[in-house]
């Protein structure tokens, strides 16, 4: 700036100096732009990968997989079930039903069970832009990368890699949703059977049917069918999502009217520290893809039936579940924020529906446990969120381990809130809210109706999705 002055007073141009390229903007552009040089973002966090389109056979075939109800077990529920397009690539509610639904074709909000029950402990995350983890899937990531060797599954032990887990995590992922009896297997197919017995008795039930050989011949060359190709596909599709193009991207990119200036003042609260007087989120939604990969405990409430931890049995221990470390206890993986309009409801036990909430409850855990109320939450069989929450405040009272916040609050105005949510709004893709720019992620029952058991989504109107 100084030499662009000199040179200013020294008449050799104004052009070279004066150009908007070359302004620097509101004093909040100023500062962001310090920030994001000091966060190292680049706009893009897909920049320089090699990621499969849609349009390939193999996608093609991964989107008619993925959306078929021959990979549940009683033929009643499929991927799709918990993770549709239209829906932020989840499934809008707080935690998921899988099998048994009273309509299996009808996929968020009104979705219901018979036994009024929930079947599914956690809440399910998007698949937009699965590709982009590097270090593990799922809440507690135990589908991981070990470095240099491979990828450990819940195949196998801590630590150890899964021979079988093919070459990337989207595809080790998409093993298991098959063999969870509340998600897609049932509680009668290939009873007692192990994961292995289960897939192959799904991939004998494909060949059986005589009509998915020619699906497999167009997309891998050759008619076969096995469980790998299977996951091979349907990671395809998946890692095909990709979703990055927002307003904050272009911004970081350059363009200085691409975010307003709410949004940006948003943004200076979420990358400057708490010592700066922001609220720190980037230490750990860190990135252009929002998340450090790593498990923190930010002490969210614990909904639904949980997954056997804790003295009623209902809570979840999050990370500490897979590598026996009580420092992780309560600790999930951090989530990326890109699309975070279209992924509610949040957090791992589906808590929060609004994103104002999800900030209040980062700036003050405590205050916002104290002023949760689970009956608000449907669906979610909370009798024992008393005891639960309890074990978890008390748990991380002694043991330090939660977010900054839980012991000294970040004290914000309401104005800063809306700030930061709408600056969280600038992270979502346009594309994900537009139902037509999805439509190549959504299955055609007029090409992609193999066998007669593609679901045909609709949504609690009975209005197709
Ligand atoms: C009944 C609902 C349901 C069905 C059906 C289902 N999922 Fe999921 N999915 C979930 C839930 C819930 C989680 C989170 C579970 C956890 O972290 O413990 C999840 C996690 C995932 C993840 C990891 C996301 C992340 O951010 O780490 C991927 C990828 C995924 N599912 C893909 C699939 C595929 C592929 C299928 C079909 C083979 C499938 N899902 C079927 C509910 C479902
Ligand atoms: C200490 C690390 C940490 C910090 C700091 C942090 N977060 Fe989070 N955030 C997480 C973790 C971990 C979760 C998921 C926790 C869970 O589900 O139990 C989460 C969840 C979220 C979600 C819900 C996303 C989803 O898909 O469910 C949003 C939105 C969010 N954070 C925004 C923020 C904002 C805004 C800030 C700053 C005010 C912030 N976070 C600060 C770790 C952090």
Redesign the pocket.
């Known amino acids: 700036m100084k030499t662009c002055f000199i040179l200013g007073i020294a008449v050799i141009g104004l052009g070279a100096c004066g150009g908007s390229s070359q302004d620097p903007g509101s004093e909040t552009d100023i500062a962001l732009r310090s920030l994001i040089q000091r966060h190292g973002l680049r706009g893009d966090p897909a920049m320089g990968r090699e990621l499969p389109s849609i349009d390939e056979p193999l996608a093609q075939l991964g989107r008619k997989l993925f959306f078929s109800k021959s990979l549940g077990g009683d033929r009643d529920s499929a991927c799709v079930s918990c993770h549709h397009p239209t829906l932020g690539g989840g499934d809008g509610l707080p935690l998921s039903i899988g099998v048994g639904a009273d309509d299996p074709d009808l996929i968020g909000p009104g979705r219901s069970h018979p036994d009024g029950d929930l079947t599914v402990p956690r809440?399910a995350?998007t698949t937009f832009n699965i590709a982009l983890w590097e270090k593990g899937l799922f809440?507690d990531s135990r589908v991981e990368n070990i470095d240099d060797v491979g990828i450990r599954t819940p195949d196998t032990d801590f630590g150890t890699s899964d021979p079988d887990a093919g070459d990337s995590l989207t595809a080790a992922q998409a093993r298991f949703p098959v063999t969870s009896a509340d998600e897609m297997r049932g509680f009668e197919f290939v009873l007692d059977g192990t994961n292995a017995d289960l897939r192959t008795a799904l991939d004998q039930r494909l060949r059986d049917d005589g009509r998915w050989g020619a699906e497999f011949q167009a997309a891998f060359g050759s008619s076969e069918i096995s469980y790998a190709r299977i996951a091979e596909a349907i990671a395809a599709y998946e890692d095909s999502q990709v979703f990055t193009d927002t307003p904050w991207r272009a911004y970081v990119e350059g363009d200085r009217a691409a975010i307003a200036e709410p949004e940006k003042r948003g943004a200076l609260l979420?990358f400057r520290s708490r010592a700066e007087g922001g609220?720190?989120?980037a230490?750990?939604?860190a990135g252009d893809f929002f998340t450090d990969e790593g498990?923190?405990?930010?002490c969210?409430p614990q909904l639904g039936r949980g997954k056997g931890d804790g003295f009623l049995g209902t809570n979840d221990h999050?990370r500490e579940r897979e590598n026996d470390d009580r420092n992780y206890r309560f600790?999930?993986?951090?989530?990326s924020?890109l699309n975070?309009s279209a992924?509610g409801p949040?957090?791992?036990a589906g808590a929060y529906d609004n994103?104002s909430d999800?900030?209040r409850h980062?700036?003050n855990p405590r205050a916002a446990i104290d002023a949760f109320d689970p009956s608000l939450i449907p669906l979610a069989a909370s009798d024992d969120f008393d005891r639960n929450t309890q074990e978890m405040l008390d748990f991380l009272e002694v043991s330090g381990r939660g977010?900054?916040s839980f012991r000294a609050p970040?004290e914000l105005g309401e104005q800063d809130v809306e700030d930061?949510v709408r600056f969280?709004e600038t992270l979502t893709d346009p594309c994900v809210l537009d139902r037509e720019c999805l439509s190549p992620w959504i299955a055609d029952p007029a090409t992609d109706d193999v066998d007669g058991h593609l679901l045909v989504a609709i949504d609690g109107d009975r209005n197709p999705l």
């Open positions: 809440n995350p809440w979420f609220a720190g989120c230490t750990c939604h498990f923190h405990s930010i969210a999050g600790s999930f993986r951090t989530p924020l975070v992924t949040y957090t791992h994103l999800v900030v980062h700036l977010i900054g970040i930061i969280l």
